[in-house]
């Protein structure tokens, strides 16, 4: 049952709460059955979202970027008329890991009211973001934990699977 005080007091300083619980998010991401948090993600995703208003935070927009990805690159460069050369020398720039992301943060389609201007066309990992009804939750921990510190979702749903006593299942073989 929703309780609006409870939640309240759960989403109250998250920032703050979530680097605190940080160590104990990996233990839980490491140590945990994959299989049974990938059943929780579904129900906790569309619960997080019914609770959090995303255009309220735009965190995502502020202190993140997404990758660029090739077709990304052609499909957005082709809906804002720019060749796609033009495209990625006045938005984007080489990673270290080698993948495009935007020059600078706040992603440059962010607009004031938080509100994405390419928003029909975003690229895939905005589509995705923040993968908490993805296997990636698990698959790619550093991420989760990263993205735990400026998503109150994943915070959300980290603290969501770790109240359901997960952490009380089976564990994996070790």
């Known amino acids: 049952m929703h309780q609006p005080g409870k939640e309240q007091d759960l989403m109250r300083n998250w920032e703050q709460k979530s680097a605190v ?7 839980f991401l490491r140590d945990a059955d994959k299989n049974l948090i990938l059943k929780q993600l579904p129900e906790l995703h569309e619960e997080a979202f019914t609770r959090i208003d995303c255009l309220g935070c735009a965190n995502c927009c502020k202190k993140y970027s997404p990758r660029f990805k090739t077709p990304d690159i052609k499909r957005i460069a082709k809906v804002l ?3 796609e050369g033009d495209f990625i020398e006045t938005y984007l720039k080489l990673d270290e890991e080698g993948d495009y ?4 943060t706040p992603c440059p ?27 990636i939750l698990v698959k790619r ?9 400026f998503c109150p979702i994943v915070y959300f749903v980290l603290e969501g699977l770790m109240k359901q006593g997960m952490n009380d299942l089976p564990q994996k073989d070790q």
């Open 141 to 149: 921990k550093q991420l989760t934990l990263k993205n735990s510190e």
């Open 109 to 135: 389609f962010l607009g004031d009211n938080n509100h994405c201007g390419i928003y029909e066309n975003r690229p895939s990992d905005c589509r995705r973001f923040p993968y908490t009804n993805e296997d």
């Open 21 to 27: 619980r940080r160590k104990a998010y990996a233990q």
């Open 101 to 104: 992301v935007v020059k600078s």
């Open 81 to 83: 008329k720019m060749k």
